[in-house]
Nanobody, 127 residues
Framework: QVQLVESGGGLVQTGDSLRLSCAAE????????VGWFLQAPGKARELVAT????????YYSTSVQGRFSISRDNDKNTVYLQMNSLKPEDTAVYYC????????????????????WGRGTQVTVSS
């Protein structure tokens, strides 16, 4: 089992950057695939990016491809989401989620594939 805590959100302007962190408590974090999701007001939660447990595989939604970058440091039990060139439509609560897998290259793109979730961090991008 793993507990996840997001941090790094805030209020920024269009074009700015933010780096979100997802810190995990629990054993064997290096066996968990991790995903970042966003949920805007009144909308469904959707995938932003995901990274395999080894960090060797990543996947991005088309809306963030080329602007966001997901990475992880398993020694620090932390996954990062670097967000560049932020737009007002990126405004949302950002959640990280984790699911254990024994494949070093597996990524999950469906939120129902994840069993463990953080409480989220708010990102607001003003125009």
């Amino acid at each position: 089992q793993v507990q996840l805590v997001e941090s790094g959100g805030g209020l920024v302007q269009t074009g700015d950057s933010l780096r979100l962190s997802c810190a995990a408590e629990g054993r064997a974090f290096s066996t968990y695939t991790v995903g970042w999701f966003l949920q805007a007001p009144g909308k469904a939660r959707e995938l932003v990016a995901t990274i395999s447990n080894s960090g060797s595989s990543t996947y991005y939604s088309t809306s963030v491809q080329g602007r966001f970058s997901i990475s992880r440091d398993n020694d620090k039990n932390t996954v990062y989401l670097q967000m560049n060139s932020l737009k007002p439509e990126d405004t949302a609560v950002y959640y990280c989620a984790a699911q254990r897998t024994y494949s070093t290259r597996t990524t999950f793109i469906n939120l129902n594939d994840y069993n463990y979730w953080g409480r989220g961090t708010q990102v607001t991008v003003s125009s």
